[in-house]
């Protein structure tokens, strides 16, 4: 929008340089351009502004597929008014003089113009394309049908409107359909996650098959060579019992052979001792056979008294005294002691 200032019953307008102004003043253009700055009346001044930068219409419409299913469509036009003098004839694009604002809605009628006209050919487009041919490949064949439908519009050129760029952004089913056509994806895309879980768990089996056979094949070695160690255990225990066997017969003969000869010994021994004291004892006899009988009992009382208990002293009564010097031949005992 213009910018407009009071002065004195004068009323000054400056524009931007991508706004066309076109003045006009009793019936004739007095300034016509972009980025114009004038003093006018405006009582008698006509004034036009038509943008001429690039703008962006974004529109949504619904349309439908060949097999009757619901889509909506969402493009974005770019275009350009280059003919500000033809567009200014065919459109209201009139300013308030005072205010510098549009008496009208010039560019609203531009945006119905071309939101129309790119239907048309998207619904034409639509109507011979199945949803899901639409929904994989309509982007690009609506895209190119609306950019040659605008170009061959004959009231843009008329108006001065150039299309730049067409972008056609998505073409969107209704959601349960979007939710259904979903679910084929969907569940392929389950099917391999779990084809993906089945395999990682076989490998994971088969992993634990070979731990387990090696722990299995572990176990059977360690029994084996626990096998081994019994019966190496075993020669070893017999033949330990068969050398202390062998040693304890060679200790029992060596024991038995001394206790035979140690027995022989001492039965030689008492044989000799026996001769000797039976040698002695003979002699002993034959020597007591050559004494007199006296001699005999004396030695015989000598022995005796040996024997005896030692007799410190000795009391005796007057009759054991009398009898005892009777039988020695006396019988004074005074004379005795």
Do not use: C
């Amino acid at each position: 929008m213009a910018d407009i200032t009071r002065r004195f019953g004068w009323r000054h307008l400056r524009s931007a340089p991508t706004a066309h102004i076109r003045h006009h003043k009793r019936g004739k253009l007095s300034h016509d351009g972009p980025g114009l700055s004038f003093w006018y009346r405006s009582l008698s001044a006509a004034l036009s502004e038509v943008p001429v930068n690039d703008r962006e219409l974004a529109m949504a419409f619904h349309a439908r597929t060949a097999d009757f299913q619901d889509v909506t469509v969402q493009a974005t036009v770019t275009y350009r008014i280059s003919g500000p003098a033809e567009a200014a004839a065919r459109l209201d694009f009139s300013v308030d003089p005072d205010t510098g604002v549009w008496r009208s809605a010039p560019l609203e009628q531009i945006a119905t113009l071309l939101t129309e006209t790119a239907q048309q050919h998207t619904l034409d487009v639509l109507a011979r394309t199945p949803l899901a041919t639409a929904l994989v490949d309509g982007v690009a064949s609506v895209r190119e049908r609306v950019a040659s439908g605008l170009s061959a519009e004959p009231r843009l050129p008329a108006t001065g409107i150039d299309v730049v760029a067409v972008r056609v952004v998505a073409i969107r089913p209704e959601a349960e359909v979007e939710r259904a056509l979903r679910t084929p994806a969907r569940e392929q895309i389950q099917q391999e996650a779990d084809r993906a879980t089945y395999e990682r768990r076989a490998v994971a089996v088969e992993r634990e098959r070979t731990i387990a056979e090696n722990e299995l094949a572990s176990q059977i070695e360690l029994a084996r060579r626990e096998e081994q160690l019994v019966d190496q255990r075993g020669i070893n225990a017999r033949r330990e019992a068969e050398e202390k066997s062998a040693a304890d017969g060679v200790r029992t003969e060596a024991e038995a052979d001394r206790k035979v000869r140690l027995a022989r010994a001492e039965a030689e021994a008492a044989r000799d001792i026996g001769s000797a004291r039976a040698e002695a004892q003979a002699a002993w006899l034959r020597a007591h056979a050559e004494v007199d009988p006296g001699t005999l009992h004396a030695l015989a009382a000598t022995r005796l008294a040996e024997n005896l208990p030692r007799i410190d002293s000795l009391t005796l009564s007057p009759d054991v005294l009398t009898g005892l010097l009777a039988r020695l031949g006396r019988t004074d005992p005074e004379a005795r002691a």
